[in-house]
């Protein structure tokens, strides 16, 4: 039966109240014309956010017995307790569609892969695979909805038509797979429609009258109004009064003066919209205040990114909020300890991966854990800052590919090792980060048996998750806040056990789903993606309602804006994605995005005849120049209103200009500051630029270091410098002289120790490190070559990386401490003495180096190296430039007079430093170009002249 509404006009000067209060009186005539026991009418809203507003409106203009005021879903819910499904048929044997997503897809998906034809697609396409389900699902809730709002009686009609329109037993053509599996998804729905639904109860009521509230005519299929009007529909045609009240914006009552009428703000970017929204809700909280309103502000949801960024403005303000909207749980922290605890469990997982799980703030490490708890002292942001420094410096990628024990010793090295050993010594790793590592590799122990089983249930998964979270400390945490809870309510936790309500089902379906690893990541991104989050509303009475256009016709507002008024948000018609076309749905009665946008348009038209209504729009999107929306000329022709222009309501902010001069520390008032240790590099970099000493010796600042795959240069230098501390360890210990070949023997089979030493022979490093290792024989002769003849001057090796320091009295009062590790160091005796040679091992640019000897006095490194020698030695110095070409040594001219200078400069440098000197960025050329300081000192943003200004 086809039933016309009849219209409800909301008068532009009238407000909520008013309005409400003339639908209360003119629904108590109709009862009352319809000779209906008010007690036994039926009255449905189409939010539960106007049921308040009704029920006070009944009482204060009719008075007497109030009528049910409810919503639909709320009275079907009452009606719960009488209603029990059939039996289901269905071919498929499936349990009927329960309208919730995740069990739903378990359900499609258990279904379809245990036919062969799917199994062999899930293993084929698993994407592709997974894709089809999500459409077999969507369309079976989809037609579920869509048959909800019909009597049961019409449904077997429906479905005929439905599988008329599908074309099922039709020759297959192209798409023919996708009409097949819409055809399964409708007898999927079919099966459970017949069964019965939740919401059939509502079609054997028998109030004594039945009065329909909506919002504006258009009715999207599928949705709580639908149902409503089907419901209505239905009882009409059992002989049950029904009325129809449709409300939309009235005209204007001749004689009355329109009370703020609408306005539009033109914006120029997204957060110029963003600002002038939040300052437009301030302004109108702040006059409603004022002016004594009990009313909020409506915030309007069009664009869900900008009202986050509103909502953050308005909370900076101490804007009381209640927001409607919400957000996707998967954008939560919450949801993030969850997924990154699942990522850093995957048994191949990077470094990265790990320290993002630790950072993620919801962690426990207690000290009670048994052998890897928490030292005293020690604090779980040092350690994860202890370990990411470590494997920052050292390279390494991959989170478990590890061994923090005890050094293996060379000769026990074998391949199958399946680690990497972590450096020894002053390489090693901290203690509070190793232990914090083997915390963590017990967390992450019940999933990563996981990750390396084979497609274990989807119950393994969600019990190995638990106790993951609970060894983390993160499952109380998740609890204790409202995110959190959802995401375990979302993902079942507390239907593990089989004993909890719901239990029993979902235990049985969780058993018999199996995914791996990747799989179940997927699963818990969806499930994540697929809820809302919606805060708990404030205590006290809220400043700002933050709720969708749907819900915020028919409410009182004291003002209401609107962002995002533009061509792309307001008015735009949607495109339909997914396999279920526009013209398949129109056919078969389904919503549409024409049907979608009317009943948009209709809140919209009802909103602009509030008073106080604000349209804010950009006038580009990026690059993307943006229109103004045509529903606001639209409705202004329609209404006679013109939309004036609304006023910046931004505080403007006078700052005065305070011109900031070049960075000039000094240490005057912090002389504790100063180090007491200096190093030929930190010296260096004191007298290329005194700002990056202060930065980087002074302030300890460093640049991290990028966790990146492949070996660079100096990953190379460092380990051809242990290979020839190595190689010349063992050669210092043989008793025989050893020949040329011999040398180069021992060379390489000392390069290939400390390859598996250092794991760079693993499947990770290998292949970074091949370029290096195919000059390994140029450069093992190479190098021979040069020792022996270096050897035939009478020199041998003394010591190698030798730690050598130095005290040097500046006064009385002062004096610093010079340290140093010096590469090597021969000695050969000559003329009835002995003299020593400082070797400093170089594999950068050899020009370079002939640059720094060809200037001895500009030259830090060798003459501080030098001066740290013993006093009494005759010392000479040398780079040792390592190529497979060739290994040339780069003699300092005079290194005993440059030492000298060094020390005298530094014992001045020291002085000035402890006096309180400024120190400047005076670096240039390649000192700024390669300086972890750069941008600190602001040099690049001052010229010459404004310095010396």
């Known amino acids: 039966m086809t039933i016309q509404p009849s219209p409800w006009f909301w008068a532009p000067q009238s407000s909520a109240q008013t309005c409400w209060q003339e639908w209360a009186a003119e629904t108590s005539a109709w009862l009352k014309a319809q000779q209906a026991d008010v007690r036994d009418a039926l009255i449905v809203l189409p939010v539960g956010a106007v049921l308040s507003q009704a029920r006070q409106a009944w009482a204060a203009a009719v008075g007497g017995w109030v009528p049910r005021i409810d919503t639909i879903a709320a009275v079907s819910e009452s009606l719960a307790w009488s209603w029990a499904p059939e039996p289901m048929q269905s071919e498929a044997g499936l349990p009927p569609v329960t309208l919730d997503a995740v069990v739903d897809r378990l359900q499609a998906a258990r279904s379809l892969g245990s036919e062969a034809w799917g199994k062999q697609w899930a293993q084929r396409d698993r994407r592709g695979f997974e894709f089809a389900l999500d459409q077999v699902v969507e369309a079976a809730q989809t037609w579920v909805r869509r048959m909800q709002s019909m009597a049961p009686a019409q449904r077997p009609a429906y479905l005929d038509h439905a599988r008329e329109v599908l074309g099922v037993g039709v020759p297959q053509g192209p798409g023919g797979r996708e009409r097949l599996l819409l055809a399964w998804a409708l007898e999927w729905a079919g099966a459970t429609a017949v069964a019965g639904l939740p919401g059939d109860p509502l079609f054997g009521l028998r109030p004594s009258a039945l009065v329909v509230v909506t919002a504006g005519e258009a009715v999207s299929p599928g949705t709580e109004i639908h149902l409503t009007l089907g419901v209505m529909s239905h009882l009409a045609e059992q002989g049950v009064p029904v009325l129809w009240r449709s409300a939309s914006g009235g005209a204007l009552t001749p004689g009355l003066p329109r009370e703020r009428a609408p306005l539009a703000l033109p914006c120029g970017n997204a957060e110029d919209e963003a600002q002038q929204a939040a300052a437009q809700v301030l302004a109108a909280v702040n006059d409603g205040r004022t002016q004594g309103a009990e009313a909020p502000v409506a915030l309007i949801a069009l664009d869900r990114s900008l009202i986050r960024r509103v909502r953050a403005m308005l909370e900076g303000a101490g804007a009381l909020i209640a927001d409607e909207t919400g957000w996707l749980l998967s954008t939560t922290r919450a949801a993030a300890v969850l997924t990154r605890l699942l990522q850093a469990s995957h048994p191949r997982a990077s470094t990265d991966d790990l320290l993002d799980w630790l950072k993620s703030g919801w962690l426990d490490w207690a000290q009670d854990g048994g052998a890897h708890a928490r030292p005293d002292g020690v604090s779980l942001d040092q350690a994860t800052g202890d370990l990411e420094g470590w494997c920052r410096r050292h390279g390494m990628l991959g989170a478990w590919g590890l061994q923090v024990a005890a050094k293996v010793p060379s000769e026990q090295m074998d391949d199958t090792l399946p680690a990497q050993l972590v450096p020894s010594g002053r390489q090693a790793m901290p203690a509070s980060a190793a232990c914090l590592w083997h915390w963590a590799v017990q967390v992450v122990e019940p999933l990563q048996g996981l990750w390396s089983g084979k497609r274990p249930s989807l119950r393994d998964w969600l019990q190995g998750l638990q106790t993951a979270l609970a060894r983390a400390g993160a499952l109380q945490a998740l609890l204790a806040d409202a995110a959190g809870e959802l995401a375990l309510q979302s993902l079942r936790f507390e239907s593990l056990d089989a004993t909890e309500p719901g239990g029993g089902m979902w235990a049985g379906l969780s058993s018999q789903t199996r995914l791996d690893g990747p799989a179940f990541l997927r699963w818990v991104s969806t499930v994540l993606e697929a809820t809302t989050f919606r805060p708990a509303a404030p205590e006290q009475a809220a400043d700002v309602v933050i709720t969708p256009m749907a819900r915020a016709a028919l409410r009182p507002f004291h003002a209401i804006v609107l962002p995002g008024a533009d061509e792309r948000q307001l008015g735009a018609m949607g495109s339909q994605s997914g396999w279920m076309s526009t013209k398949l749905r129109e056919a078969l009665d389904l919503a549409t995005p024409a049907s979608q946008r009317a009943a948009q348009w209709d809140a919209f038209s009802l909103l602009m005849s509030r008073p106080g209504v604000i349209c804010l729009h950009r006038h580009a999107q990026g690059s993307e120049p943006l229109e103004p929306s045509a529903w606001l000329e639209r409705w202004s022709a329609q209404a006679g209103v013109a939309i004036g222009q609304a006023l910046d309501v931004r505080l403007p902010v006078s700052v005065k200009p305070s011109p900031v001069p070049p960075p000039l520390p000094s240490l005057r008032e912090a002389l504790w500051a100063l180090p007491a240790q200096v190093t030929a590099t930190s010296y260096e970099a004191l007298r290329q630029c005194p700002y990056r000493f202060f930065a980087t010796s002074v302030l300890g600042l460093r640049e991290q270091d990028e966790l990146e795959e492949g070996l660079d240069r100096s990953d190379f230098g460092i380990w051809l410098h242990e290979v020839l501390r190595s190689f010349h360890d063992q050669r210092q210990g043989q008793l025989a002289i050893s020949t040329e070949a011999e040398d180069v023997q021992a060379w390489l089979d000392a390069a290939q120790r400390v390859i598996k030493e250092t794991g760079l022979d693993r499947d990770s490093q290998r292949p970074y490190f091949l370029p290096f290792q195919a000059d390994l024989d140029r450069l093992a ?114 290194v005993e007079r440059s030492a000298q200078v060094l020390l005298e400069g530094l014992a001045r440098d020291w002085t000035r430093l402890h006096a309180g000197a400024a120190m400047p960025a005076l670096g240039e050329g390649s000192a700024c170009t390669y300086c972890q300081a750069r941008g600190l000192c602001r040099k690049d943003h001052w010229t010459l002249q404004e310095v010396s200004a």
């Open 781 to 894: 002769r190479a190098y021979v070559k040069w020792l022996r003849d270096h050897e035939e001057g009478g020199w041998a090796l003394q010591d190698a990386e030798r730690i050598e320091q130095r005290e040097l009295q500046v006064s009385d009062e002062l004096s610093v401490r010079l340290y140093g590790q010096i590469d090597r160091i021969d000695a050969r005796h000559q003329d009835g003495g002995k003299q020593h040679l400082v070797l400093d091992y170089k594999t950068g640019s050899l020009e370079g180096l002939k640059r720094k000897v060809a200037a001895p006095l500009e030259d830090t490194q060798l003459a501080f190296y030098a001066a740290l020698s013993d006093p009494q030695w005759v010392v000479s110095a040398a780079y040792l430039h390592l190529d497979v070409q060739d290994v040339k040594q780069l003699d300092h001219p005079d």
